[in-house]
Nanobody, 123 residues
Framework: QVQLAESGGGLVQAGGSLRLSCAAS????????MGWFRQAPGKEREFVAT????????DYSDPVKGRFAISRDNAKNTVYLQMNSLKAEDTAVYYC????????????????WGQGTQVTVSS
């Protein structure tokens, strides 16, 4: 089994920045595609960002384009989400996910999920 552990969430004022980290343990073959999703209370889980194993491509949802940046360090088996210019609308639980292949924007592509980390943006 692959286990994912998110960290870096917290309370931040609008306009501020946070960097989320996701440490993976297990077979790297199960972490070819990595993604970040988020879920606000009363809303469905939505795609945020994704990155390929070799970091040759990335993709972002429209609300975070230009503000968030996904990256990964395979030597550390870790994926990151740098979040800048945070808005109140970014408040959600952020989940890290790992999968082998498939549509990177779909929750069904991912075999493993982290426990989530809360990001709260005030003002």
């Amino acid at each position: 089994q692959v286990q994912l552990a998110e960290s870096g969430g917290g309370l931040v004022q609008a306009g501020g920045s946070l960097r989320l980290s996701c440490a993976a343990s297990g077979r790297t073959s199960s972490t070819k595609t990595m993604g970040w999703f988020r879920q606000a209370p009363g809303k469905e889980r939505e795609f945020v960002a994704t990155i390929s194993w070799s970091s040759d491509w990335t993709d972002y949802s429209d609300p975070v384009k230009g503000r968030f940046a996904i990256s990964r360090d395979n030597a550390k088996n870790t994926v990151y989400l740098q979040m800048n210019s945070l808005k109140a609308e970014d408040t959600a639980v952020y989940y890290c996910a790992a999968g082998r292949a498939g549509a990177p924007w779909s929750t069904y592509t991912y075999d493993y999920w982290g426990q989530g980390t809360q990001v709260t943006v005030s003002s």
